[in-house]
Each structure stands twice: as structure tokens, then as C-alpha cells.
């Protein structure tokens, strides 16, 4: 099985960007179809982005839908979310996971496998 490390959170103001990174090991990525998820305090887990297994389809969240960008390098065992034009209301802890099979989707029970996390304040 797949074990998953986030990476990249942080403090940054309205406005920066930030690059999270979700390392993957145990297994090959490129088995696996990839989300992002975040959870703020005091709220449900929420998707935020998915990326199949090659890479060349993606999904988003309406709330991050031109702003954030979700990528992985199978070579590398990698995913990453690239966030620009970051607002206040994404701060949220946020998770990588994944999933065996072919579709992406965004509701969190259908992710198997999960990261610890990794926060991201925005904030001036």
C-alpha cells in the first residue's frame, strides 16, 4: 500500500502562493488516481482538486477553480498543488490522498489511502 507525506504548508499573505507537495512511497503513484482535500477549523473535509492516474485530466473545486493547480510526476512518486491569489478562506489544514482505479472524485470516503496533512494560514 501506498503511504502519502505532505509538505510545502505555511504561513503566507492574501494574495501569495504557496506549492504543496505530496510524496508518495510503498508503492508506484502512477497506480493510484490523486485529491487534494482541506478541512478549516470547525468544518468538513472538503475536495479541492483530483488528478488521474497520467496526469493529463483534472477536476476542481468551483472555490479554487483558476487559482489552484494540481500536477504529479509519476517519475518522481510526487503530486503537487500550486495555490495563487491565495484568500483568507483557505486556511485549512489540507491533505493529499488516493484512490485505486480510474475516475476522479470528490467525495473523501472513496480515497483510501491519506496523508497526516499539512496547514496553510493566510493571513496579513
Known amino acids: 500500500q501506498v503511504q502519502l507525506v505532505e509538505s510545502g504548508g505555511g504561513l503566507v499573505q492574501p494574495g501569495g502562493s504557496l506549492r504543496l507537495s505530496c510524496a508518495a512511497s510503498?508503492?508506484?503513484?502512477?497506480?493510484?488516481?490523486m485529491g487534494w482535500f482541506r478541512q478549516a477549523p470547525g468544518k468538513e473535509r472538503e475536495f479541492v482538486a483530483g488528478v488521474n492516474r497520467g496526469g493529463g485530466t483534472t477536476y476542481y473545486a468551483e472555490s479554487v477553480k483558476g487559482r489552484f493547480t494540481i500536477a504529479r510526476d509519476n517519475a518522481k512518486n510526487t503530486m503537487y498543488l500550486q495555490m495563487d491569489s491565495l484568500k483568507p478562506e483557505d486556511t485549512a489544514d489540507y491533505s493529499c490522498?488516493?484512490?485505486?482505479?480510474?475516475?476522479?472524485?470528490?467525495?473523501?470516503?472513496?480515497?483510501?489511502?491519506w496523508g497526516q496533512g499539512t496547514q496553510v494560514t493566510v493571513s496579513s
Open positions: 490522498a488516493a484512490k485505486r482505479g480510474t475516475d476522479i472524485v470528490t467525495v473523501r470516503y472513496r480515497y483510501t489511502y
Open positions: 510503498g508503492d508506484t503513484l502512477s497506480n493510484y488516481v
